[in-house]
């Protein structure tokens, strides 16, 4: 057995599932998603490039989400890392900070947004 009692991991999935399903509903809805941490330099930064093209993003703030670790541990399991920022660009996780940082200074941030 596991380091949780099966009750504890029955509400640990059902939560999970729930958050899952919100946080893929949210990146479906939206052309572009930053799940973010206000105080995040690198999130700074990647806001900053959708700033700067007049793209308009929605950004999920984790540290005033209620389930903001849970959404880490999903976007984990989504895209193979916990930090913030997650940029998602029509469904699909561009990266982190540096990446978007990267992507918009060599021009094809841009491109994906056509």
């Known amino acids: 057995m596991g380091a949780f009692s099966s009750s504890q991991q029955a509400a640990s999935e059902e939560d999970m599932a729930e958050v899952k399903k919100g946080v893929e509903d949210l990146i479906k809805q939206n052309?572009?998603?930053?799940?973010?941490?206000?105080?995040?330099?690198?999130?700074?930064d990647a806001k900053r490039c959708?700033?700067?093209?007049?793209?308009?993003?929605?950004?999920?703030?984790l540290n005033s989400h209620p389930q903001g670790g849970l959404v880490q541990d999903i976007l984990l399991e989504m895209t193979g890392a916990r930090t913030v920022p997650r940029v998602f660009i029509d469904g699909?996780?561009?990266?982190?900070?540096?990446?978007?940082?990267?992507?918009?200074k060599s021009g094809k941030?841009?491109?994906?947004l056509e």
């Open 109 to 112: 941030l841009q491109k994906m």
């Open 50 to 61: 959708f700033d700067k093209l007049n793209v308009k993003y929605t950004a999920m703030e």
């Open 92 to 104: 699909t996780c561009i990266g982190g900070g540096s990446d978007t940082v990267a992507l918009f």
């Open 31 to 44: 052309k572009v998603v930053i799940f973010s941490k206000p105080t995040c330099p690198y999130c700074v």
